[in-house]
T-cell receptor, first 116, second 110 residues
């Protein structure tokens, strides 16, 4: 069964450092997403990406965040200068739009980011 | 008001019990609804879509009430393996962003 893969599974970084989280979405999917989940809290939308551009982003996704699809398979999330409050599990997801326009998201297993 | 609201639980039920979760959403323009399941520190996994006509998948039944803006999930004959957090998910303000509720914890005990 095709799946979304994320690397690394854990990332520890110092405050102020840049991190890049990597994802390989399911190959025939067209929409890509990043969500995050702070420990004990709900899953929060960060950004959606379609046709090589951001289609929607949340208030969390400020100038410190960027996304890129550098080639035909990878989808990355970059945090330029990490803050303590960026510590969370970051989930990548992908979807293809169904005929009834409903979008089922398939999630990767996540990258646990710890900012020290 | 939260976009998607759920009772956090926990719901503690014995094996074999029937349990129901409700969820309310604030955006009347939302079109897509789902139930996801999340195990501790794992990724959310799609359990089922929710359709206006109601739908069933084995022991799981989902209902959507657009007039009252709520969604329900019914689990019959609960198994120990059903223990997890159940996430109600609805279409966001712009339609292509899905919004997650905070989840309802289910614990099934023998």
């Amino acid at each position: 069964e095709p799946e979304v893969t994320q690397t690394p599974s854990h990332q520890v970084t110092q405050m102020g450092q840049e991190v890049i989280l990597r994802c390989v979405p399911i190959s025939n999917h067209l929409y890509f997403y990043w969500y995050r989940q702070i420990l004990g809290q709900k899953v929060e939308f960060l950004v959606s990406f379609y046709n090589n551009e951001i289609s929607e982003k949340s208030e969390i996704f400020d100038d410190q965040f960027s996304v890129e699809r550098p080639d035909g398979s990878n989808f990355t999330l970059k945090i330029r200068s990490t803050k303590l409050e960026d510590s969370a599990m970051y989930f990548c997801a992908s979807s293809e739009v169904d005929s009834d326009r409903s979008e089922k998201l398939f999630f990767g297993s996540g990258t646990q980011l710890s900012v020290l | 008001r939260k976009e998607v609201e759920q009772d956090p639980g926990p719901f503690n039920v014995p094996e074999g019990a029937t349990v129901a979760f409700n969820c309310t959403y604030s955006n009347s323009a939302s079109q897509s609804f789902f139930w996801y399941r999340q195990d501790c520190r794992k990724e959310p996994k799609l359990l089922m879509s929710v359709y206006s006509s109601g739908n069933e998948d084995g022991r799981f039944t989902a209902q959507l009430n657009r007039a009252s803006q709520y969604i329900s999930l019914l689990i019959r004959d609960s198994k120990l393996s059903d223990s997890a957090t159940y996430l109600c998910v609805g279409g966001g303000e712009y339609g292509n962003k899905l919004v997650f509720g905070a989840g309802t914890i289910l614990r099934v005990k023998s």
